[in-house]
């Protein structure tokens, strides 16, 4: 599906973004360009990259 239509970008280039380590909305605005014009779809792509990034993973000391 179509997340970003100013730029032409689907659900499934931002997901292999955020399994490539692009996993911020900034980042996939750099990598992809995706929330970087109008705006429509920012919220779809924080909610993508919410639901599949990884969380950081945190060792005690």
Do not use: F, W
Not at 11 to 37: E, K, P, V, Y
Request: proline share 2%.
């Amino acid at each position: 599906m179509y997340v970003c239509i100013c730029q032409g970008i689907t659900d499934r280039q931002i997901i292999d973004a955020i399994a490539q380590g692009h996993d911020s909305t900034a980042a996939i605005a750099a990598t992809l360009g995706a929330g970087s014009c109008c705006g429509r779809c920012c919220e779809t792509v924080e909610n993508l990259v919410e639901s599949h990034a990884k969380p950081a993973v945190y060792h005690a000391a």
